[in-house]
T-cell receptor, first 113, second 111 residues
Framework: DQQVKQNSPSLSVQEGRISILNCDYT??????FLWYKKYPAEGPTFLIS?????DKNEDGRFTVFLNKSAKHLSLHIVPSQPGDSAVYFC????????????FGTGTLLAVQP | DVKVTQSSRYLVKRTGEKVFLECVQD?????MFWYRQDPGLGLRLIYFSYDVKMKEKGDIPEGYSVSREKKERFSLILESASTNQTSMYLCASSRDRLIYTFGSGTRLTVV
């Protein structure tokens, strides 16, 4: 039972254009949402987060949007750069007793020069 | 620079062997986690620990155990390795249970 879903296994974008990565969730008790980026042969690194009480958070080229009614969040990267090519994991924090992170399946982003 | 260090990058073990994966963090974090990453399945939580000598089962604990005798060290144990435990194993630590610092991972192959 996948509580956090990333339905697109891969995405290819031209350098300079916008990359939009999507994530859907099922649990209304999630109180924080995060995006992590993973390069090959490295562990994931934290990219950006958003609280469930907000609908947008921006950090430089990266913006995360949260639509609670649709249980959907998205990561926008503008402009995309070849160095952004990586696997992106969406994660949600269980606001209950365990406070653990639940990760999605990941989306491989390829930014073409 | 904060670090989570996993003792091995690559391991090859035989079916039935007892396997130890070691993880050490230097950030004085109370919270530590073990995940495995498999294609199409993302990161799945095996075990976690919020304090020394404390451990909690994650979503896929079967076939695994853990040990946390010291705050900085969290060990994952495969009691009797099987081929379906071939995977990338990732250790993480966190101060706030929100932002995790991951190690580089151990790619385990069980033959």
């Amino acid at each position: 039972d996948q509580q956090v879903k990333q339905n697109s296994p891969s995405l290819s974008v031209q350098e300079g254009r916008i990359s939009i990565l999507n994530c859907d969730y099922t649990n209304s008790m999630f109180d924080y949402f995060l995006w992590y980026k993973k390069y090959p042969a490295e562990g994931p690194t934290f990219l950006i987060s958003i609280s469930s009480i907000k609908d947008k958070n921006e950090d430089g080229r990266f913006t995360v949007f949260l639509n609670k009614s649709a249980k959907h969040l998205s990561l926008h990267i503008v402009p995309s750069q070849p160095g952004d090519s990586a696997v992106y994991f969406c994660a949600a924090k269980d606001g209950g007793a365990t406070n653990k992170l639940i990760f999605g399946t990941g989306t491989l982003l390829a930014v073409q020069p | 620079d904060v670090k989570v260090t996993q003792s091995s990058r690559y391991l090859v073990k035989r079916t039935g062997e007892k396997v130890f994966l070691e993880c050490v963090q230097d950030m004085d974090h109370e919270n530590m986690f073990w995940y495995r990453q498999d294609p199409g399945l993302g990161l799945r939580l095996i075990y976690f620990s919020y304090d020394v000598k404390m451990k909690e089962k994650g979503d896929i604990p079967e076939g695994y155990s853990v040990s946390r005798e010291k705050k900085e060290r969290f060990s994952l144990i495969l009691e009797s390795a099987s081929t379906n435990q071939t995977s990338m194993y990732l250790c993480a630590s966190s101060r706030d249970r929100l932002i995790y610092t991951f190690g580089s991972g151990t790619r385990l192959t069980v033959v």
